[in-house]
């Protein structure tokens, strides 16, 4: 039933848009370009939040995570809520995104999202990325474009790898805590075309009382022939990565001394993780147009060990679980675009294809000591299997309007075999599920070198598996299943500007509902349907070009969101941002000197439904000092933290028990602080 409605509606877009037009896919407005770090010029874009990010910005920053590369994509804050082995927390739009659910993240079209993981749904673990292959980011916000579907509704991040380096690089990073990381990347020509290879090492113990102990190994190895648009790639990732870990504590052990700010309630929290992949992309301009194919397969591995009740549930041995899964996926993209001219109208089309099978034998959630494993809460064994069709029409009405109508079509099927918990096979079961998804966009102009845009898009997050099939609670409570896919509606107006010499500026104001906020709780191992939700806010975007070597960037985002309907609990969605402010200064190129300054901003976070516990905001600058020794080799200082604030990474608002306390335990913040002021020097010889 899957095939044959996917057959259905292939057919259909195929019929709406024949192929039979010219090759050129580009866009039909004027481009003005502006030599920068972002590629955001007027013409570019069919939404004022969207656009991308070039690898000279990426080397420029500091980062002190590799998930932070996701922080170019202006409104987006990373942070960790554990050992920097695991996937980071991200914010996006007035959602805590957890570790990645309703952002969708590719690289090179392979998805990162990891749907019905053992720990959190759309889980996006960036660790495997060596950042100094990245060659671009595109990034677009919001359910307005037909080739982005699951996880896609606060926005998506297309990563790019390079297909060729200008130079090789040997670089080796020190810092304080026992940081450590080497890198050795080059390409080389073979045959018709070139080979790339990257290596990476790290290992790194933190500021933390207990040492996190991270142990990282990277590599990847490419073979690329032509350009990104007419040419192919094959590309193959490995990654393994080993760590303890010190996750968020309770306030009250802090303020009582029973612990520092970096200290820890069970020392025994940690984790592991391996991936490993081969993926091929493949660009063909052809006589009706452009061929896009995009194929991967992926094995990973992961075991998460945390404790974050302490002895709330067991007094003697303590609260701690392990989230373990052995995770195979493979897939495919196909999409064809070409030109048309019906009736004196230009028009640019797009149709594709996307197809993900996940096979997870097994995902389980464990209840441990020390570890070892005391017993079972769930696991299962999952099959996972979509399908989406979309197809996209340009159409240039006049010279000052352009539209963009899109389709897709979503189904998923899911097969769940619940072999382990105290309620034995009860969740076993199988659940279909489809959602069809249209989107309109209307760009105005440009005028005086500014253009205007109006979007409007359905889009949807899919529920983890289990929850499809569950109906029994780890107490053996009975429960009704929850809804497969998650249908959210957004809209968007804004505008996109060149007035103003060497700056490109946008605004945008966009609203988001999501029918229901449905969350798989990984810790506790059930499914939650919470309320409907609304969110709306504004984005004021400026990156500036003031001289050939100073850049500034200025990034300002304010969302209000709310649960949408009534409840004597409140009406705040706990975790969801209300601001973020980034402000970036970069100077390239002065004389041997190089460097950046980059300060970012993230507001009070309500932590209860009533707004009644808040957190504090978070502020933190990072800054860079670079200096040329010689023609191929530089020394960079990186500074974390600059002024050693004493913020938060993210705080959390539940009931815990720490030994001596009553029984049914204490209601407090839990929170996870930032790293105190932090020093590292690169030293990078090009060859």
Same mark, same amino acid.
């Given at each position: 039933?899957? /095939?044959?409605?996917?057959?259905? &509606?292939?057919?259909?877009?195929?019929?709406?848009?024949?192929? /039979?037009?010219?090759?050129?896919?580009?866009?039909?407005?004027?481009?003005?370009?502006?030599?920068?770090?972002?590629?955001?010029?007027?013409?570019?874009?069919?939404?004022?939040?969207?656009?991308?990010?070039?690898?000279?910005?990426?080397?420029?920053?500091?980062?002190?995570?590799?998930?932070?590369?996701?922080?170019?994509? =202006?409104?987006?804050?990373?942070?960790?809520?554990?050992?920097?082995?695991?996937?980071?927390?991200?914010? $996006?739009?007035?959602?805590?995104?957890? /570790?990645?659910?309703?952002?969708?993240?590719?690289?090179?079209?392979? =998805?990162?999202?990891?749907?019905?993981h053992a720990h959190g749904q759309g889980y996006t673990d960036l660790n495997f990325l060596i950042p100094e292959l990245v060659q671009r980011i595109d990034y677009k916000k919001g359910p307005y474009f037909a080739d982005e579907g699951d996880f896609a509704s606060a926005g998506a991040a297309h990563i790019r790898l390079a297909d060729r380096l200008p130079q090789g690089l040997a670089s080796l990073a020190l810092g304080e805590s026992g940081y450590r990381r080497g890198l050795l990347a080059d390409s080389v020509k073979a045959g018709a075309g070139n080979l790339l290879y990257g290596a990476e090492v790290l290992n790194n113990d933190g500021p933390w009382d207990l040492p996190q102990r991270v142990r990282k190994y990277n590599g990847m190895l490419r073979y690329s022939q032509g350009a990104y648009n007419d040419g192919f790639s094959i590309t193959a990732m490995a990654f393994t990565n080993q760590w303890h870990s010190t996750d968020q504590i309770p306030l009250r052990a802090v303020q009582s001394g029973l612990i520092g700010r970096f200290g820890n309630i069970d020392p025994t929290d940690g984790g592991e993780a391996s991936r490993y992949s081969l993926s091929f992309a493949q660009r063909m301009r052809t006589e009706s147009g452009l061929l896009e194919f995009d194929a991967y397969a992926l094995?990973?591995? &992961?075991?998460?060990?945390?404790?974050?009740?302490?002895?709330?549930?067991?007094?003697?041995?303590?609260?701690?679980? @392990?989230?373990?899964?052995?995770?195979?996926?493979?897939?495919?993209?196909?999409?064809?675009?070409?030109?048309?001219?019906?009736?004196?109208?230009?028009?640019?089309?797009?149709?594709?294809?996307?197809?993900?099978?996940?096979?997870? @034998? =097994?995902?389980?959630?464990?209840?441990?000591?020390r570890h070892a494993v005391t017993a079972t809460v769930r696991e299962d064994r999952?099959?996972?299997?979509?399908?989406?069709?979309?197809?996209?029409?340009?159409?240039?009405?006049?010279?000052?309007?352009?539209?963009?109508?899109?389709?897709?079509?979503?189904?998923?099927?899911?097969?769940?075999?619940?072999?382990?918990?105290?309620?034995?096979?009860?969740?076993?079961?199988?659940?279909?599920?489809? $959602?069809?998804?249209?989107?309109?966009?209307?760009?105005?102009?440009?005028?005086?070198?500014?253009?205007? #845009?109006?979007?409007?898009?359905?889009?949807? /997050?899919?529920?983890d598996a289990r929850g499809t099939t569950q109906t029994r609670l780890p107490d053996g409570t009975a429960t009704d299943p929850v809804t497969p896919l998650v249908a959210t509606r957004g809209s968007e107006i804004g505008l996109r500007s060149e007035i103003v010499p060497g700056l490109q500026s946008s605004l945008a104001l966009w609203r988001l509902n999501i029918d229901s906020e449905l969350l798989f709780i990984?810790?506790?191992?059930?499914?939650?349907?919470?309320?409907?939700?609304?969110?709306?806010?504004?984005?004021?975007?400026?990156?500036?070009?003031?001289?050939?070597?100073?850049? #500034?960037?200025?990034?300002?985002?304010?969302?209000?969101?709310?649960?949408?309907?009534?409840?004597?609990?409140?009406?705040?969605?706990p975790g969801a941002l209300n601001r973020v402010l980034s402000f970036g200064a970069t100077v390239r190129d002065l004389g041997p000197w190089s460097g950046s300054f980059q300060l970012r901003h993230f507001g009070p976070r309500p932590l209860l439904e009533d707004n009644?516990?808040?957190?504090? @905001?978070?502020? $933190?600058?990072?800054?860079?000092?670079?200096?040329?020794?010689?023609?191929?080799?530089?020394?960079?200082?990186?500074?974390f933290n600059l002024f050693d604030k004493k913020a938060s990474d993210i705080d959390y608002y539940y009931r815990s028990r720490l030994p001596g306390e009553p029984a049914d335990g204490v209601d407090d913040i839990h929170f996870h602080p930032v790293e105190r002021r932090g020093f590292r020097v690169t030293l990078a010889h090009h060859f």
């Open positions: 039933m899957l /095939h044959t409605r996917a057959t259905v &509606l292939a057919g259909c877009i195929a019929a709406l848009f024949p192929l /039979h037009a010219a090759a050129d896919d580009a866009t039909p407005l004027a481009v003005v370009q502006v030599t920068g770090h972002y590629n955001n010029a007027v013409g570019t874009s069919d939404a004022a939040s969207q656009g991308s990010i070039t690898a000279d910005l990426i080397a420029a920053r500091p980062a002190m995570r590799t998930a932070e590369l996701l922080e170019f994509v =202006p409104g987006m804050i990373v942070t960790q809520h554990s050992g920097d082995g695991k996937a980071s927390q991200y914010f $996006l739009r007035g959602f805590n995104l957890d /570790h990645g659910t309703d952002f969708a993240t590719f690289i090179d079209g392979m =998805p990162v999202n990891m749907r019905s094995h990973s591995r &992961l075991e998460l060990v945390s404790n974050f009740t302490y002895y709330l549930d067991n007094p003697v041995d303590g609260d701690q679980g @392990s989230q373990r899964e052995r995770r195979n996926m493979a897939g495919a993209n196909l999409a064809q675009s070409w030109r048309a001219d019906i009736g004196g109208l230009e028009m640019h089309n797009k149709a594709g294809v996307q197809t993900r099978y996940d096979r997870l @034998s =097994p995902v389980g959630i464990y209840q441990t000591a999952v099959r996972e299997s979509s399908v989406g069709v979309y197809g996209e029409n340009t159409t240039q009405w006049l010279p000052w309007l352009r539209s963009m109508a899109g389709l897709r079509y979503d189904a998923y099927q899911f097969n769940v075999a619940s072999e382990g918990g105290s309620y034995g096979v009860a969740n076993t079961g199988k659940a279909r599920a489809h $959602l069809v998804s249209p989107k309109l966009s209307l760009m105005f102009g440009p005028w005086q070198r500014t253009e205007y #845009f109006v979007n409007f898009g359905k889009g949807f /997050h899919s529920n990984g810790d506790a191992g059930v499914t939650e349907a919470t309320r409907p939700s609304r969110r709306r806010g504004i984005e004021w975007n400026n990156h500036y070009v003031a001289s050939s070597w100073l850049l #500034f960037d200025l990034d300002v985002a304010a969302t209000r969101t709310r649960y949408g309907d009534t409840s004597p609990d409140g009406d705040r969605i009644s516990i808040k957190s504090a @905001s978070t502020t $933190l600058a990072y800054v860079r000092a670079g200096y040329q020794l010689g023609k191929r080799t530089n020394v960079a200082l990186d500074i």
